[in-house]
């Protein structure tokens, strides 16, 4: 049985259904292909540069200077090192009494001045240019020689043996003023000792002494010290069993009683530099310092 009606009628509902898949379709299609080519957004805009990449740091060794610093860095100042103080000596150009007679080399004269000094914090040496049994004559043979170690400054101590042999005063004060001579043209400061006679070998003679070295300390300006046994001679509890010889206090009294003249020394002038600073056809008295008792 044919019925064309329905057929017709069949077919166009089909036609519709198809139509509209195919639509559906095409609108999927066309989505997508908008979607595909729709325009990239632009990249939004730098406001601010990236931190620039540093360099690796190289560590300079200790003390360097120059090492790499980083961008930016401000360097901080090199400071200069202090200069470092020179060591100066002093000689101490003597007799038994300069070399340590009878004491142990530590407790010498020069080694416990030495000591003091330092402990003072004064970067000074000291030498001890003693011989035991030395005169006035023995010590001027051997000063050239002595000299070669150069020493800053020069304690001369010299005449106690010339006393005890009682030799001439005169002949005393000729050697020490060769000396002083010598040492002038070396142009080095001089402390000069002095030093006294017994009293048995009568006043004339012990004022002798006491004239020569008052005498030669003006003439040649070095720092004067009256007496380099002052404040030990006469008290057994400050020296040897001969009662002439400091032991290690009395050596000790020594040191305290001189170091104010010490002191004068290092900051004195040259002989040479005083002559020149002096002036001409004048020969001022140099006075004794007083002595640091205790």
Do not use: C
């Amino acid at each position: 049985m044919i019925f064309p009606n329905k057929k017709v009628s069949v077919s166009s509902k089909a036609v519709a259904v198809t139509a509209a898949v195919i639509m559906a379709v095409f609108l999927l299609w066309v989505n997508a292909a908008s979607a595909a080519e729709a325009p990239v957004a632009a990249p939004a805009p730098i406001t601010a540069m990236p931190p620039p990449i540093s360099a690796p740091s190289i560590s300079a060794p200790d003390g360097a200077v120059g090492a790499p610093a980083s961008p930016g860095a401000v360097a901080a100042p090199v400071e200069a090192e202090a200069p470092v103080a020179q060591t100066k000596s002093i000689m101490v150009f003597g007799d038994s009494l300069a070399a340590g007679f009878g004491l142990p080399v530590e407790q010498s004269f020069p080694s416990q001045l030495g000591a003091r000094l330092k402990s003072a914090n004064l970067n000074v040496r000291v030498i001890n240019a003693g011989v035991s049994g030395d005169t006035t004559a023995a010590g001027l043979r051997r000063l050239n020689y002595a000299l070669k170690q150069k020493p800053d400054f020069i304690i001369l101590e010299l005449g106690g043996n010339d006393m005890l042999r009682a030799i001439d005063p005169v002949v005393t004060r000729e050697n020490l003023r060769q000396m002083l001579e010598i040492l002038k043209t070396y142009n080095r400061p001089v402390l000069l000792a002095g030093m006294r006679a017994f009293p048995n070998l009568g006043p004339s003679y012990e004022m002798a002494y006491v004239r020569l070295y008052k005498d030669l300390a003006a003439a040649y300006n070095t720092v004067f010290y009256p007496f380099f046994l002052e404040g030990v001679a006469g008290k057994p509890e400050l020296t040897q069993d001969d009662g002439i010889h400091p032991n290690a206090a009395g050596v000790a009294v020594l040191v305290e009683n001189i170091l104010p003249s010490v002191a004068d020394l290092l900051v004195a002038k040259s002989m040479a530099a005083q002559s020149a600073a002096k002036p001409a056809n004048t020969t001022p008295p140099l006075a004794a310092p007083t002595p640091n008792k205790k």
